[in-house]
């Protein structure tokens, strides 16, 4: 394995123990409201806090970090994010937890748009899109691996181990970092921010991110409290949840891959709409768990846990690409936006979770996510026929065009 190969593996790293953090609470959330002696819509804000602060620091201390030497940055970023998860790891209540939470999410926010950055740094152009895709595929196999092997970790012995583990992976990123990366002093010109597209406002933009944060909340309303949704009504216990998550997780990398080379074929929106109305078709599934007889409740549940990744993961690249064709010359801005986007509506979704849970109890959740799905859907199809059916100005590409694509 090259050095240079050897560098974007430690970044993916990086981001692997991220995404496992982000995303692993869902399946020991019960765990720690019972331990903790708190209810689990309270403990819910352990991940609806992380995805709020993880999305803005992105978005704030992304551009300030490019003023400084990014293995520095990138060195502090993961070392900070592997203290914050010890000291979960031994946090005494919530109040301590939460504040080991937010601290994990700031120092996640400093080293993921850096890593990206020095992903394309290190790399000679015609290979920067796989090296990106390499420190992506980091937050990927989390889906696929972290996630339910942390779960199981959790449900076997301790929520706290799970937070070891990740703390682990973390120094081990932090260390392979330091002694594989060379210094990465940013050039004045580069430190500089860039893209600012002129008009994209008035462009098909802001009304795709909030289609983004509105599906993502969707998503996150049920996902939040999905170990719980599956004991009460699926009869599973923490192993065959964990079990369950791994389906989930493989069907959500399959869904990455698929959904990218669909975007190409297809064109993006007609992917997203494929992708949101097969979302609705899984989450409906699980809406209709309380209602099922017995028999059916698991494996109707495999296969909506099975077609939720899919769909759920397969729709990023298609919108990732919808949203560069709109403003080429602003597609690194963009991005970040929608990064920041995602983790806002992850946040939202938690938090609306919660408050869904706390009034209207755990049935309610996946009718509440299928139901802002089923909005999103017929709002971007409706968006989508009248761009199409609009005359196109001489002097510009062609809206319908833009928004089919």
């Known amino acids: ?59 704030v201390l992304g551009p300030l970090a490019a003023r400084f030497d990014r293995r520095t940055v990138l060195v502090v970023g993961m070392a900070g994010f592997t203290v914050a998860h010890l000291v979960a790891a031994v946090a005494p209540d919530m109040g301590v937890l939460l504040g080991a ?10 080293y993921s748009p850096t890593a990206m950055g020095v992903a394309v740094a290190l790399s000679p152009p015609e290979e920067r ?34 937070f070891v583990a990740v703390a682990v992976l973390g120094a081990a990123a932090t260390v392979g970092l330091a002694r594989l990366l060379p210094r990465l002093p940013v050039a004045p010109a580069a430190a500089a921010p860039t893209g600012r597209p002129a008009g994209w406002v008035r462009s098909a933009v802001p009304l795709n991110l909030l289609a983004v944060f509105s599906w993502q909340l969707a998503m996150f309303v049920p996902f939040t409290f999905l170990a719980e949704v599956l004991s009460v009504f699926a009869g599973l216990d923490a192993t065959a949840i964990s079990a369950l ?11 990455n891959r698929s959904g990218g080379r669909a975007a190409d074929r297809h064109g993006g929106t007609a992917t997203v709409l494929a992708m949101l109305g097969a979302l609705l078709l899984a989450l409906t599934c699980l809406a209709l768990l309380p209602q099922l007889p017995a028999p059916w409740r698991v494996p109707v549940a495999v296969g909506a846990l099975a077609l939720w990744g899919w769909a759920g993961w397969g729709i990023v690249p298609a919108q990732m690409s919808r949203l560069v064709r709109f403003v080429p010359s602003a597609a690194q801005t963009v991005l970040s936006l929608n990064t920041a986007v995602v983790y806002w509506g992850i946040a939202a979704g938690a938090w609306v979770g919660g ?17 802002v799905v089923a909005v999103v859907l ?27 694509r």
């Open 129 to 162: 899109g796989r090296a990106v895709a390499a420190v992506l595929s980091g937050m990927t196999v989390a889906m696929v691996l972290g996630v339910p092997l942390g779960s199981l970790l959790g449900g076997l012995g301790s929520w706290r181990s799970t």
């Open 355 to 371: 408050v869904v849970l706390e009034g209207y109890g755990l049935a309610a959740l996946s009718r509440v996510g299928a139901a």
């Open 1 to 59: 394995m090259s050095r240079a190969d050897a560098r974007l593996r430690m970044l993916a790293l990086g981001s692997f123990a991220l995404g496992t953090s982000g995303f692993v609470v869902a399946g020991i959330l019960p765990t720690i409201a019972g331990d903790l002696d708190v209810p689990l819509a309270d403990a819910g804000r352990l991940l609806s806090l992380f995805a709020l602060v993880y999305g803005t620091a992105a978005l």
């Open 245 to 255: 998550l791994l389906v989930y997780g493989g069907f959500a990398y399959l869904g």
């Open 101 to 110: 939470r937010i601290a994990a999410a700031v120092f996640a926010g400093l």
């Open 378 to 404: 017929v709002l971007l199809a409706a968006g989508t026929w009248a761009a199409a059916a609009r005359p196109a100005p001489a002097t510009a590409p062609p809206a319908g065009e833009a928004l089919t």
